[in-house]
């Protein structure tokens, strides 16, 4: 016997200044293998096409259907509704800027991120475009993939107490996206250039280590470790530098 | 001059990053504190003449005259530095609890605890350290006196989970921020919080009735 579900979805269009925010709730059989997406998608088919939310690759890849699920932030593709119960509420990721019902803006954020953190690599090198491309060891290839593998779709972010408290923060993303060209050999940054970028209260010092981020995230990226690293060597980086200049 | 062109233009500074040590620091000496704290206070279990033996060579060393306002001191500025990151506006507070409702994730709650037990803490703590503090030497029959005239045991009563509580989150917090707890010790690092708790909590209420039971 199929389960009815019960979704409560957040509905508000900041466009329309006469849409108030609220929950509006659908009913819905449940069929076999039934994700959120697919859920999400029927509603809209067969009851209700004004309804807004993002996805595009419907595989966990792309980022794009992020969303509060029954209070975590998680992908809607990723979530099956045989794991959740018969009452489902669906709300959009704060933090972001709210498009509508439940799609949000996390392409502006991430590229003020990737602005703020030059999330590219920095050499001074001359490429020659008739060498050989350089190799690069095996392991440290990999720990570069395990940390590139972030799909933006923000879930650490909204999960993170310190990111809603204040606006500035960086957010495990963007740290994460630090670590990542610190074990770079090519990025030839010192400590004292990424303290500059993540050495606050706005980067790494601000995290106050309750790992929502590394809870949420639906990649199963290495937060936790890579929060913590980052605070060791930063936190080295300033005691050196309290010791070597003057 | 600097710090006239510092109030326009953001200069990179290295002050989050030694206040962020500090209030580790101060935050792990506390903990040390606490844990001494304990072992002098539950001496009482084995007998009042232990503790008296303890708390007498605390005094001759002028440990508890000295040591006693420092620790007073350390505790105002672990309050200060951790102050930096507790919302203290309405607005703020309500985003907070908003998440942690929202989130049904454990961690996150625990921070609330923090900074919750924190606030009584500041309040209990420094009532408690003030009056033992103006009435050296400490002595296990005062502390009993105290105690069983009633008040003060609720008072303890409620301190005492609060600062475990503070002191066992805390030293899961450092572990977890400062990368020593790696992502595989966690589960492990939760069950030893809890322990902590829990054989702190009982050590406490064991003296507390010891102390009720006291011939004085
Ligand atoms: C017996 C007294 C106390 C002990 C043993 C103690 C211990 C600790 C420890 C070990 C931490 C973790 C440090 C870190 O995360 O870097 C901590 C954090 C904290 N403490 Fe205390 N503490 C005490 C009193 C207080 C008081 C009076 C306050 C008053 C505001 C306070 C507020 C906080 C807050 C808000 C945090 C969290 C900081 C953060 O989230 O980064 N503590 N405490
Ligand atoms: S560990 Fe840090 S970055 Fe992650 S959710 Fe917590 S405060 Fe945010
Ligand atoms: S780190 Fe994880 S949760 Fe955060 S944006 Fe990347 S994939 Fe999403
Ligand atoms: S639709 Fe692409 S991640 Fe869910």
Known sequence: MARLLKLNVFRYNPQDPKSVPHLQTYVLDETDNMTMFIALNRVREEQDPGLQFDFCCRAGICGSCAMVINGRPSLACHTKTKDLPDEITLLPLPVFKLIGDLSVDTGVWFRAMYDKVESWIHTRKEFDPKALEERMDNAVAEQIYELERCIECGCCVAACGTARLRDDFMGAAALNRVARFVVDPRDTRTDKEYFEIIGNDTGIFGCMGLLACEDVCPKDLPLQNQLGYLRRKMGITALKSLFSRK | MSSILAMHVAQPSRRDA???????????????????????????????????????????????????????????????????????????????????????????????????????????????????????????????????????????????????????????????????IKADARSGAKKAENILFGVFMVIGLVTLVRFMFLAI
Request: no cysteine.
């Open chain 2, 18 to 180: 030694y206040l962020d040590w500090l209030q580790m620091l101060s935050g792990a000496a506390l903990v040390l504190f606490m844990w001494s704290h304990m072992i002098l206070v539950s001496s009482v279990i084995i007998g009042p003449g232990a503790m008296n033996a303890i708390a007498g060579f605390f005094e001759r060393t002028y440990m508890a005259q000295i040591g006693g306002p420092l620790v007073f001191a350390a505790f105002l500025f672990h309050f200060v530095l951790a102050a930096r990151k507790v919302p203290f506006r309405a607005e703020k507070q309500g985003v907070a609890w908003a998440h942690a409702k929202m989130m049904h994730h454990r961690d996150t709650w625990l921070w609330i605890v923090q900074v919750v037990t924190a606030m009584v803490i500041l309040i209990m703590g420094a009532i408690h350290m003030w009056v033992v503090l103006t009435s050296l030497p400490i002595s296990a029959e005062k502390s009993a006196a105290r105690i069983q005239g009633g008040w003060w045991l609720l008072f303890y009563l409620v301190l005492l989970p609060m600062v475990e509580l503070h002191v066992s989150i805390g030293f899961y917090r450092i572990g977890v921020k400062w990368g020593v």
